[in-house]
């Protein structure tokens, strides 16, 4: 697959736009998660609150996605009670490693592709699910999003793709 061509940023901890683009995306990571839970396993299923902070830290850069991973679930929770506080230590630790890795990705590789995008889903799962293994003791826990999550990965890759390339052109 041919990279696109589009522009990606890193933008500064002390630019208004790291937290204006952050609350963007934190909006995106509540509103998609609630349109998910409107259907059964939704949320286990389509791993949306995972989207924008993909798209964050790809296309802004790790500091963007870094306040997105962490606000998003915290939000949520507040807000919702989902995700459930027992299991903000794991998803906060798996938006975390999403937003680092794609920060990486990001700015090592300076373009998008299916491919690269496909790469930070799996490492972030990958490292994700190691320490989650850790946090709760149970590997079938913590092997949930390889088992029910796999539509939300390919959201996120494919979703992601399109999003980074056709919709944010600037």
Same mark, same amino acid.
């Given at each position: /697959?041919?990279?696109?061509?589009?522009?990606?940023?890193?933008?500064?901890?002390?630019?208004?736009?790291?937290?204006?683009?952050? $609350?963007? #995306?934190?909006?995106?990571?509540?509103?998609?998660?609630?349109?998910?839970?409107? $259907?059964?396993?939704?949320?286990?299923?389509?791993?949306?609150?995972?989207?924008?902070?993909? =798209?964050?830290?790809?296309?802004?850069?790790?500091?963007?996605?870094?306040?997105?991973?962490? /606000?998003?679930?915290?939000?949520?929770? &507040? *807000?919702?009670?989902?995700?459930?506080?027992?299991?903000?230590?794991?998803?906060?630790?798996?938006?975390?490693?999403? &937003?680092?890795?794609?920060?990486?990705?990001?700015?090592?590789?300076?373009?998008?592709?299916?491919? *690269?995008?496909?790469?930070?889903?799996?490492?972030?799962?990958?490292?994700?699910?190691? =320490?989650?293994? &850790?946090?709760?003791?149970?590997?079938?826990? &913590?092997?949930?999003? #390889?088992?029910?999550?796999?539509?939300? /990965?390919?959201?996120?890759?494919?979703?992601?793709?399109? #999003?980074?390339?056709?919709? =944010?052109?600037?």
């Amino acid at each position: /697959m041919e990279a696109a061509a589009v522009k990606l940023y890193s933008l500064s901890a002390k630019s208004y736009k790291t937290y204006l683009f952050a $609350t963007l #995306f934190v909006a995106g990571n509540i509103i998609l998660p609630q349109l998910f839970h409107l $259907t059964d396993l939704g949320g286990r299923m389509f791993l949306p609150i995972y989207f924008f902070t993909l =798209i964050a830290a790809y296309k802004y850069g790790w500091k963007v996605g870094l306040i997105t991973a962490i /606000m998003s679930p915290l939000v949520n929770s &507040a *807000l919702f009670g989902m995700p459930m506080v027992a299991f903000l230590p794991a998803i906060i630790t798996k938006s975390v490693l999403l &937003a680092l890795f794609a920060g990486l990705f990001a700015h090592h590789f300076k373009n998008v592709t299916l491919l *690269l995008l496909a790469g930070v889903v799996l490492s972030y799962q990958v490292v994700g699910t190691l =320490i989650e293994w &850790a946090i709760v003791g149970d590997f079938v826990i &913590a092997t949930s999003d #390889f088992r029910i999550g796999v539509p939300g /990965m390919l959201l996120q890759i494919f979703g992601g793709y399109l #999003f980074i390339k056709h919709l =944010i052109k600037n």
